[in-house]
């Protein structure tokens, strides 16, 4: 596992490396959402694998899925050479590496907002805000309903988890 993320990381850089400066922030979105419907169906990229495919296919395949995800198309040689690499399966650690370093080089953090019911857009602003105010980052934020919370909201990024929920308090007492 550990020597898939480090390929995938290398195969990143070597993206940026090249790409970095058409990268805007709108594909950077288009990115992250990409990145997380692959990792929760990683028989996306899959198909493309299949040995009785041919280039052709293969090639069509790419473009409807860098259009379907509004990815940039430099993505469609990305995906080419992981094709022709044998290593379409690491395409989702690939976005992911590929958004961590945006955020290294944008001074952004990816954050997710868990609530117990539904909140506004103007609530997610406040709590947006609240974040970048302590982080002194450009955030990105994407919100989760999670009714186990009970009450209160749950914040977590790669850095930091910061927890002001009712489920928490209930845990702390039963620990105490």
Not at 27 to 35: E, N, P, T
Not at 48 to 57: G, N, R, Y
Not at 88 to 111: P, R
Request: glycine residues 4%; hydrophobic residues 45%.
């Amino acid at each position: 596992m550990i020597m898939a993320v480090e390929l995938a990381r290398k195969y990143a850089q070597a993206f940026m490396r090249t790409q970095h400066e058409h990268i805007t922030k709108k594909d950077y979105d288009a990115i992250v959402k990409a990145r997380d419907a692959i990792a929760q169906k990683i028989y996306i990229v899959k198909l493309l694998d299949v040995p009785t495919m041919s280039a052709e296919e293969k090639d069509t395949c790419i473009k409807k899925l860098v259009e379907y995800y509004a990815l940039p198309r430099s993505f469609v040689g990305l995906l080419q050479l992981l094709c022709k690499h044998g290593r379409v399966a690491l395409f989702g650690g690939v976005l992911d590496a590929i958004s961590k370093l945006y955020q290294e080089e944008h001074n952004a953090i990816v954050v997710t907002i868990y609530t117990s019911s539904e909140v506004t857009d103007k609530e997610l602003g406040i709590i947006k805000n609240f974040i970048a105010a302590q982080t002194k980052k450009d955030v990105v934020v994407s919100h989760v309903i999670t009714p186990s919370l009970i009450a209160g909201v749950r914040i977590e990024s790669d850095q930091f988890v910061w927890d002001y929920s009712v489920q928490k308090q209930l845990r702390s007492i039963l620990t105490t």
